[in-house]
T-cell receptor
Framework: AQSVTQLDSHVSVSEGTPVLLRCNYS??????LFWYVQHPNKGLQLLLKYTSAATLVKGINGFEAEFKKSETSFHLTKPSAHMSDAAEYFCVVSPFTGGGNKLTFGTGTQLKVEL | GAVVSQHPSRVICKSGTSVKIECRSL??????MFWYRQFPKKSLMLMAT?????????EQGVEKDKFLINHASLTLSTLTVTSAHPEDSSFYIC?????????????FGPGTRLTVL
């Protein structure tokens, strides 16, 4: 069994300040973990993925995430927020490397970026 | 590369009618596609796994006679919502697996907004 908990349903930051979106997971396997972003009325775009290689994963648009097995966490960070980062972010877990099978989604974190 | 499209992007229909949503992998072949449903301000819920040339596998609680899935080719899967009712109104998203293996990444379509009046 696997599950994902996104600890914050809403996060608000000022433009230019750091972003931290928190995610904890539970899995019976050595999981693969992903972060996806969804802009309003749009599909999901893959930001980054962890598949048992380096624990610090760099993604697109300046985002990165660190896999911490001891804390069962996979928090998403960005040093400096941009207005275009405002969107819904989903943390996702898969029992398989690459995520080609059933994905379990977190409930999402709405990121708001203010001037 | 790895682009997935959906058509239509939005559809409004009357209660009792059927609606077909198409999911296409544009630049790769996808033996497996997935259909998700997303309620407002909620996460995605997997509805079914669609395999080319065989019957779809539905998740528990999803009515297979209500949500008909056909995966007729390596680039096209369709979801038909039969006898739609207002409670079927939702955002439907498909994804396509970019390879034969479970290790391959899923690529998501832009979604279809269904509104049933």
């Amino acid at each position: 069994a696997q599950s994902v908990t996104q600890l914050d349903s809403h996060v608000s930051v000022s433009e230019g300040t750091p972003v931290l979106l928190r995610c904890n997971y539970s899995s019976s396997y050595s999981p693969s973990l992903f972060w996806y972003v969804q802009h309003p009325n749009k599909g999901l775009q893959l930001l980054l993925k962890y598949t048992s290689a380096a624990t610090l994963v760099k993604g697109i648009n300046g985002f990165e995430a660190e896999f911490k097995k001891s804390e069962t966490s996979f928090h998403l960070t960005k040093p400096s927020a941009h207005m275009s980062d405002a969107a819904e972010y989903f943390c996702v877990v898969s029992p398989f490397t690459g995520g080609g099978n059933k994905l379990t989604f977190g409930t999402g974190t709405q990121l708001k970026v203010e001037l | 590369g790895a682009v997935v499209s959906q058509h239509p992007s939005r559809v409004i229909c009357k209660s009792g009618t059927s609606v077909k949503i198409e999911c296409r992998s544009l630049d790769f072949q996808a033996t497996t596609m997935f259909w998700y449903r997303q309620f407002p301000k909620k996460s995605l819920m997997l509805m079914a796994t669609s395999n080319e040339g065989s019957k779809a596998t539905y998740e528990q609680g999803v009515e297979k006679d209500k949500f008909l899935i056909n995966h007729a080719s390596l680039t096209l899967s369709t979801l038909t919502v039969t006898s739609a009712h207002p409670e079927d109104s939702s955002f439907y998203i498909c994804s396509a697996r970019g390879g034969e293996s479970f290790t391959d990444t899923q690529y998501f379509g832009p979604g279809t907004r269904l509104t049933v009046l």
